[in-house]
C-alpha cells in the first residue's frame, strides 16, 4: 500500500509540472476559458483569448484558432504563429491602443494567418517595432485611426501575402523612417483601398517589393516611395503586375527629399497605373540632392491623369520603354529641371492635351 501511495504522489506531480509548463502548440476557441492556462490551452481545455494562449506557447510554437469569434488584441515578443484555418473568423476588436503588436528579437519570426483586425477606436491594426521576420499571410485590416500595418524604425524582414488592407485613418501599409540600416518587404497579391491617406508608402532604408496587388481609391495617393535626411541606405521599390487606379493625388511616386545623400532605385513594369487625381506616375526630388533616382518604367498602362508621368531634377535618371501614356488631360509627358530621361523604344505618347505622337517632345519618347 505505501508503495501504490507513493506511485500516486509522483504521478500527481508529474502531471502538475507538465500543466504549468508552456506547450509547443495551444488552442483558442469562442468556448474557452481563461483558466485554461493551467492546462496549457490544450485542445480539450482551450483558452479565450490570444494574449492568454501566447503566456503558455513555447518559443516558434503555435496557437490555433478552433472556431469563429473575436480573440482580443496581442503583444508579441517571442518566435510564434497564430493560426486561423480557412472557413474559421479570428477577428481582433481594437477599442484603443494598437491590435497586434510586435516586439521580439532579431532571431524570431512571428506568422499571421488568416486574422480579421477591425479598428474600433484603435490606433494601428499590426505594428512591427522588433523582431526578426514578420509574415502576414491572408489577414485583413480595417477602420484603424492610424496605420493599418505599420513596420517599424527597427523591425526586419516583412512579408505580406494577400487579402487587404482598408478604411483605415493613415497608411494601409506604412514602413516608417529608419534612421539607420535597411528593412525589406515583400507584398504579393495585397488589395489596399479607401485608406484617408496612401494605400503603401515606404519610408528611409526600405527596400520593397510589389506584385499581383491593388492599390485603390485612397485619398493621398496609391503606392509612394520616399528617402530622406535620416538615413545613407538605399531605397528600393519595385512595382510589378499591379493596378493602381482612382486615388487621390498621385499613383505611384518615387522621391529623394530634403537634399538627401542617399538614391532610390526604382523598377516600374507592367503596371495598370489610371485615373489618379494629379499624375499617374512621378520620379524625381524635393531639390538638387547629392543622391537621386534611378528608375526602369516599362510596359505600363498610363491612362486618364492630369499629367501622364512627371520626371523632376538632373539627379532622376530615368529609362523609359514600352509604356503607353494616353488621356491626360493637360501633358503626357513633363520632364521638369534637367531630368535625365531615356527611351529604350516602344513608348507611345498618344491622346493627350500636349505631348501627343509626332509632336515635339524634348526627349525621344518613341
Known amino acids: 500500500m505505501t508503495n501504490v501511495i507513493r506511485l500516486l504522489v509522483c504521478a500527481i506531480g508529474v502531471a502538475v509540472a507538465g ?15 481563461a483558466a485554461n492556462t493551467a492546462f496549457n490551452c490544450s485542445i480539450a481545455k482551450p483558452c479565450r483569448a490570444f494574449s492568454e494562449a501566447i503566456s503558455v506557447t513555447d518559443p516558434a510554437g503555435e496557437v490555433v ?14 518566435s510564434v504563429s497564430i493560426i486561423a484555418p480557412a472557413g474559421v473568423y479570428a477577428g481582433v476588436s ?16 512571428i506568422i499571421l494567418r488568416g486574422l480579421t483586425i477591425n479598428g474600433q477606436g484603435g490606433a494601428r491594426g499590426i505594428v512591427f517595432l ?15 485611426t492610424g496605420n493599418g500595418i505599420e513596420l517599424g524604425i527597427a523591425s526586419g524582414a516583412t512579408t505580406i501575402v494577400e487579402r487587404a488592407t482598408e478604411r483605415n485613418g493613415g497608411n494601409g501599409i506604412e514602413f516608417v523612417d529608419r534612421p539607420t540600416g535597411i528593412s525589406t518587404g515583400v507584398v504579393t497579391s495585397v488589395r489596399s ?38 538615413n545613407a541606405a538605399p531605397g528600393k521599390l519595385d512595382l ?17 527629399q530634403f537634399g538627401a545623400a542617399t538614391f532610390i532605385q526604382a523598377l516600374i513594369s507592367e503596371n495598370v497605373i489610371t485615373d489618379n487625381t494629379i499624375a499617374g506616375i512621378e ?24 499629367i501622364g508621368m512627371i520626371f523632376n ?35 507611345v505618347v498618344d491622346d493627350n492635351s500636349t505631348n501627343e505622337a509626332g509632336s515635339a517632345v524634348p526627349v525621344n519618347l518613341m
Open 130 to 144: 522588433t523582431g526578426g521576420q514578420l509574415v502576414i499571410d491572408r489577414c485583413t485590416v480595417s477602420g484603424m
Open 240 to 256: 510589378t503586375r499591379s493596378v493602381v487606379s482612382d486615388n487621390g493625388t498621385e499613383g505611384v511616386v518615387v522621391v529623394v
Open 313 to 347: 531634377r538632373a539627379n532622376a535618371v530615368v529609362v523609359l520603354n514600352g509604356n503607353v501614356v494616353a488621356q491626360s488631360s493637360t501633358t503626357g509627358v513633363d520632364i521638369r529641371n534637367g531630368a535625365v530621361v531615356r527611351s529604350g523604344g516602344d513608348n
Open 19 to 33: 500543466a504549468s509548463s508552456a506547450a509547443q502548440r495551444t488552442f483558442v476557441a469562442s468556448y474557452g476559458l
Open 65 to 78: 484558432v478552433l472556431d469563429s469569434a473575436g480573440y482580443g488584441p496581442v503583444s508579441i515578443a517571442h
Open 283 to 306: 520620379v524625381g526630388a524635393t531639390s538638387a540632392a547629392a543622391g537621386g533616382v534611378r528608375a526602369v518604367v516599362s510596359r505600363n498602362e498610363v491612362r486618364g491623369h492630369a
Open 193 to 230: 483601398s479607401n485608406n484617408v491617406n496612401r494605400g503603401l508608402r515606404t519610408g528611409a532604408g526600405s527596400q520593397v517589393s510589389v506584385t499581383s496587388s491593388v492599390f485603390q481609391r485612397n485619398g493621398n495617393g496609391g503606392v509612394w516611395a520616399f528617402t530622406g535626411t535620416t
Open 94 to 109: 481594437v477599442l484603443s491602443g494598437d491590435g497586434i503588436s510586435v516586439g521580439a528579437t532579431a532571431a524570431d519570426k
